[in-house]
């Protein structure tokens, strides 16, 4: 089981997001959002930040790091070269068992909410979609679908209408916006209706975006 991070908006919550930081961070990235977060509508939510296992990461000269799978040079420029399948896996399945507990914890799967930011927005999309039991949302920043050739037979009709949020900094230079705009066309040509944002920022989160953030968790969660 991961380590994590736990915060809870009310006694005795009814729903959870799990939520994923990027490459290199840990859990404690995105613990001060949640005090920004409008969720004045929202049900009592356990917020959960995983920590990622620490492995080398090829695009930084094998240093070992947080990262819940190893990125290689030219992984971020759109061309055909797999993911790392086995950390992205294996990822999955750590997301898989973290879902299991709040199950477990009395929350429904159906109240929770995967939530990642870069390389987390990319196994947030990956897990949530794949999931075989309706979830309450997605939501994926600053991100792409990793391992997308193998999307189409391994989606799950459970999560096929689930509320997708996904937004992009227009001057990204870490992962290019083509990338994420790319991963939305590809759910839109397959069926899904994701909410797309764009902000004039860089590989980050905005104002503006935080705003957004919390006033679709509140309806995703209701």
Known sequence: MLETIELETKPNPTAAVIWMHGLGADGNDFVPIVNELDLAGAPGIRFIFPHAPTRPVTINNGY???AWYDIAFGDLEGNTRKADEKGVRESQAQIGQLIERENSRGIATKKIVLAGFSQGGAIALHTGLRYPETLAGVMALSTYMPLAESFALEATPANARTPLFMAHGTHDPV?????GSSSRERLQ?????????EYP??????L???ADIGR???GALA
């Open 64 to 66: 070992v790091m947080r």
């Open 175 to 179: 992962v290019p916006y083509a990338m």
């Open 189 to 197: 040509q397959a069926g899904y209706a994701p909410e797309w944002h």
């Open 201 to 206: 920022m860089q590989h980050s989160v905005c």
């Open 208 to 210: 503006e975006e935080v």
């Open 216 to 218: 679709w968790l509140t």
